[in-house]
Each structure stands twice: as structure tokens, then as C-alpha cells.
């Protein structure tokens, strides 16, 4: 069954706090299990059993890989929450306000990392979590039809973004480890989608996106988009 998971967090779950571990911690389990199949398999049955699950076992390694990264330059910059390739950008509705906003979606296969990270440095002030269906996220109707979580953050200078966590056709389970009140700064650990999906964030209306559709990026090292106050837009 589908589920959202919610934890409690100290009061500042930021970067400094998350040693890196280099394997996600959600992929610790899987992992251990993973690698204790293919050694088993290659004790006790051998040949092209044996090699089905160490390639099993690479697979599952390398989607719970979780490499250290540094922010973008810019310390203004809004981050990217994940990695993957851009399949969005344009004016969209807030999801939580309607208001009208600069939407920038990243789509995540199964190849890239998926632990989220916190855009911009900033206080959550709301948590929502949405049932719904598992369409295909590189799809833009995954934004409003899909299982979904939306976190709002907002920095020191009142600036808010709305980040959206959406499960796609494979993926099964949404993790936030994030409350209302919680203190993030950018590039924090803030949740995980197990098994490709799609991130949204929400923008005000005047920021300028650093990003075009189908390019790359990297979680909390590209820089998305800049505020509209933000005196290195262009």
C-alpha cells in the first residue's frame, strides 16, 4: 500500500547535522538485503543466477547513492531539490494558494539520486499531503493528479517557494522528515521518493529561471532560478 511517511525532526535538520553518509539511509536496509541475496546466490547456486543478482545488487547501490554536493555560487540562488532532467517551466497556479506562480519541474528516472533537498534557506511553514493516482511524473497532469507533498518554506526576507514531492508510475513511497516549524538551510535532507518521480517548485511570479526544458541537473547544485529581487537576475 502507498504511504506518506512523517518524522519528527530536531529543530534544525540542516546539512551540518546529516553526516554524509554516501548510501542514503533509506536505502540501508535494501541494500544490506541486495548485497546479502547476491553473495547467498553465489555460494549456493553460482553461474548466470549468481550474476542476475549482483546486477540486482549494483542497481539497487546506485539508487540509494547519495553524493556529497556543493550549492551554487550565487548564495541567493534557488537550488534544485533533486536531481534529473527539466520537463516544466512556465506560470502554473500555486498548488496550496492558486496564486499564480513560476513553476520549475525536475524529473527523476530511476538512474538518478533521490533524496530532496531544501531549495532555499528558510522556516517550513506548511506540510500537505495529497492522495491521488501514478501516472507517468515526466507528464504534467502527474502535478495535479498524483500522490503528492508539498512542503512551503520561507527565508529571512519573507520570500516563500513551494516544493512538491509527486510519486510517479513507479514510484510507491513518498518519505518528508520535515514539520511546520522546522528550520532548513539550503541543500538540507529533507525527504526521499523511492524509485523515480518528480519534484515541483513554486516560485513568485518575477523570478527568472535559470534552467531550460530538457537540461540536467543536479540536486542542490544547479541553480534553478533567481528571486525577482535577486540583484544577479538577468
Known amino acids: ?22 548510501l542514503a539511509r533509506e536505502g540501508w536496509f535494501y541494500s544490506g538485503l541486495a548485497l546479502a541475496a547476491a553473495v547467498g546466490a553465489t555460494l549456493w547456486v553460482g553461474g548466470l543466477v549468481a550474476v542476475v543478482f549482483w546486477l540486482l545488487a549494483i542497481f539497487v547501490l546506485q539508487f540509494f547513492r547519495d553524493p556529497p554536493r556543493q550549492g551554487p555560487v550565487n548564495p541567493l540562488a534557488i ?3 533533486a536531481d534529473g532532467r527539466i520537463v ?14 513560476l513553476k520549475i519541474s525536475v524529473f527523476m528516472n530511476v538512474f538518478n539520486v533521490h533524496s530532496n533537498r531544501a531549495p532555499i534557506a528558510g522556516r517550513v511553514l506548511q506540510v500537505s499531503y495529497f492522495p491521488g493516482q501514478f501516472f507517468n511524473a515526466a507528464i504534467d497532469k502527474a502535478s495535479l493528479e ?37 528550520l532548513l538551510r539550503r541543500g538540507s535532507r529533507y525527504g526521499f ?7 515541483d517548485v513554486h516560485l ?11 537540461e540536467k541537473v543536479s540536486a542542490h547544485s ?13
Open 222 to 234: 544547479t541553480a534553478l532560478a533567481v528571486w525577482p529581487d535577486d540583484p544577479s537576475r538577468t
Open 146 to 182: 498524483n500522490e503528492r507533498n508539498a512542503i512551503v518554506l520561507e527565508d529571512d526576507h519573507g520570500r516563500r517557494t513551494t516544493v512538491v514531492q509527486i510519486a510517479g508510475l513507479i514510484a510507491r513511497r513518498i518519505l518528508c522528515y520535515v514539520q511546520a516549524g522546522d
Open 204 to 214: 513568485p511570479i518575477g523570478s527568472t529561471p535559470s534552467v531550460a526544458i530538457g
Open 1 to 22: 500500500m502507498t504511504a506518506m511517511h512523517s518524522a519528527q525532526t530536531s529543530a534544525r535538520p540542516d546539512v551540518d547535522r546529516y553526516p554524509h553518509p554516501i
Open 79 to 81: 537550488a534544485s531539490p
Open 88 to 101: 516544466f517551466v512556465g506560470t502554473a497556479p500555486e498548488p496550496l494558494s492558486g496564486e499564480p506562480s
Open 193 to 199: 521518493i523511492r524509485f523515480g518521480s518528480r519534484v
